[in-house]
């Protein structure tokens, strides 16, 4: 089986909320493994519409901490929580708790969140007290408080038959850590930028990949000096070229509907510089790889 990739959300900042599309969001779908990579605005209701269970997701991968790419993880924690309940109340064991990834102050967002003195405790409390006491025979259980574990460039982790390689990116460090991403299963690759300039650690862990999922679609401007935290479509068809991907993956992006024009003239930039397949990602797109 390939590795599938389900984009759940495609969107800049603001432009998830005025556009309707939601924030940075792709499910990883491996034989074994669900991964998340990211849970920007909008995230979890895309999980449902595109058939997905949450109770099914197995890991997070943050990139890093911006809100566009981290404000559905109470939804996503919390929803997934439900619907666990609700399929255990139908004979449906309920799944290990849900491990969160991401950049250093990762434990400590979700800390906040979710743990003992969290934001989340009166919601967490009140709903074992008063609303899923229903659901289960024996009562709801303990709240699987998610696993949490800051990553640093250069390691690696098994997750069922996934292994993840973990590389820095270049966005707004040092006030905010940036992480990209390498995920191996069944002798298909797939890498994650993040949100980054052009940084030859995503080069790096993105060598030979069969997809590339790079953010950048924007039109290159000669005349305007460059932005220093995130790539444009000349920049980042020089980061898939020199990391030989098979295929690019542009998500991120402020591109409207329909607007063929500016595509068009960003494929050509890209194309300068890479020679392989180049795709615009869409919310709930679903790609093989
Ligand atoms: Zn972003």
């Known amino acids: 089986m390939a590795v599938r990739l389900t984009v ?15 924030g940075s969001g792709t499910l990883v779908s491996s034989p074994s493994a669900n991964l998340l990579v990211d849970c920007g605005p909008g995230v979890a209701k895309r999980f449902h519409e595109s058939g997905n269970l949450l109770s099914a997701l197995d890991a997070v991968l943050l990139t890093h901490h ?25 004979g449906i064991p309920l799944p290990a708790p849900l491990t969160i990834f991401g950049p250093s102050g990762t434990e400590e967002l979700l800390d906040r969140l979710f743990g003992p003195d969290g934001l ?24 699987p408080r998610p696993i949490t574990r800051d990553l640093a460039p250069g390691e690696t982790v098994e997750i069922a038959d996934c292994h993840l390689t973990v590389a820095g990116a270049h966005h707004c460090e040092p006030i905010l850590g940036s992480l990209s991403y390498r995920i191996e299963s069944d002798g298909r690759s797939v890498a994650f930028s993040g949100d980054t300039a052009p940084s030859d650690e995503v080069a790096s862990v993105a060598t030979g990949v069969d997809a590339l999922i790079h953010e950048g679609a924007v039109i290159a401007d000669p005349s305007r000096p460059a932005t220093h935290v995130h790539s444009d479509a000349l920049t980042v068809g020089r980061t898939a070229a020199a990391a030989g991907a098979h295929r690019l993956i542009l998500n991120h992006h402020l591109l409207d509907d329909g607007d063929e024009p500016t595509r068009a003239r960003i494929a050509v930039q890209v194309k300068e510089n890479f020679g392989g397949e180049l795709v615009f990602a869409e919310d709930l797109m679903v790609l093989e790889v």
């Open 66 to 90: 911006h809100w566009d790419h981290v404000s559905d993880l109470w939804t996503l924690v919390m929803g997934r929580w439900e619907e666990s309940l609700y399929r255990a109340g139908e």
């Open 8 to 22: 759940l959300g495609t969107s800049v900042p603001l432009r998830s909320l005025d556009a309707g599309r939601a």
């Open 120 to 143: 989340a405790r009166h919601d967490i409390e009140s709903r074992l007290e008063f609303g899923y006491r229903s659901i289960l025979p024996d009562g709801p259980g303990p709240f």
